[in-house]
């Protein structure tokens, strides 16, 4: 009996000989496996290290960004208050401007009723002057010769005087 019980101890003993084998396989298998985690674990803390230093660097320039933006935040509205004072300006000078035209337009219909009236006026007082039976001229304040009517020119040329106008009347007259 000893024999078989040796050599059922001895059976006993091989197969857990070969179950200590197989988990010493895979206990080699998972510590390949754990090197392997590691490794890549490492790779990430590396990553991440190098993540965050981008965030940081990152966030700086962000900030800067931010900083830039809210300058040209206040630039731009600054601008935006000058074309709206530019704008109003516009809006005054145009208003003025039509203000201007309609005042000129006004001016400009005085002026051709004026110039209408004055003509009618000349042509009457022409034709008047032209009609007078009498020598007659007009003269300034200081009695130099303005106009001379056709009864007096031909009074004139028989003595002699052809153009009296801006010459002194009584000096003409006189001759």
Known sequence: MRNQDSQQEINRLTEELSLLKERLLILDKTRASLSENALELKTAISNIEILKKGLVTGKEELKLAVVQLDELKIQLSKNKEKLRLSVAELKLVKQELANSEAKLRVEILNLARSKTDLAESDEKLSSLLANMPDPMDIVDQD????????????????????????????STLSR
């Open 143 to 170: 009695l130099n010769v303005l106009w001379v009517g056709e009864k007096l020119k031909t009074v004139l040329s028989k003595k002699g005087i052809k153009d009296p106008i801006g010459k002194k009347m009584l």
